[in-house]
């Protein structure tokens, strides 16, 4: 079992940045890959970001690459999403995710565990 707290979500205006954290407790945190997805209201989850159990790997969803950052400490068992120049279509609630196997990290059914999310809104 792995439980995720995820934190730092808010209000922000278009062009602003906010930074995600997701905090880690349970098993031993570097056996697992991890990632975030979002939801927005009235639509499927989505892949936003991930990063391999070293934090030697990283992948990213077309509509953030160079604006999210995704980032693991694994001797504070936490793992971070930076994200700058949001838009308006960032606005979702973001979930922290981690996967044991994570032989397609964009994909959604290869996470076992997941947090309870965190409210980004950004505002035009």
């Known amino acids: 079992q792995v439980q995720l707290v995820e934190s730092g979500g808010g209000l922000v205006q278009a062009g602003g940045s906010l930074r995600l954290s997701c905090a880690a407790s349970g098993r031993t945190f570097s056996d697992y890959g991890l990632g975030w997805f979002r939801q927005a209201p009235g639509k499927e989850r989505e892949f936003v970001v991930a990063v391999s159990r070293s934090g030697g790997r990283t992948y990213y969803a077309d509509s953030v690459k160079g604006r999210f950052t995704i980032s693991r400490d694994n001797t504070r068992n936490t793992v971070n999403l930076q994200m700058n120049n949001l838009r308006p279509e960032d606005t979702a609630v973001y979930y922290c995710?981690?996967?044991?196997?994570?032989?397609?990290?964009?994909?959604?059914?290869?996470?076992?565990?997941w947090g309870q999310g965190t409210q980004v809104t950004v505002s035009s």
């Open positions: 995710a981690a996967c044991p196997v994570c032989l397609l990290p964009s994909a959604r059914s290869q996470y076992m565990f």
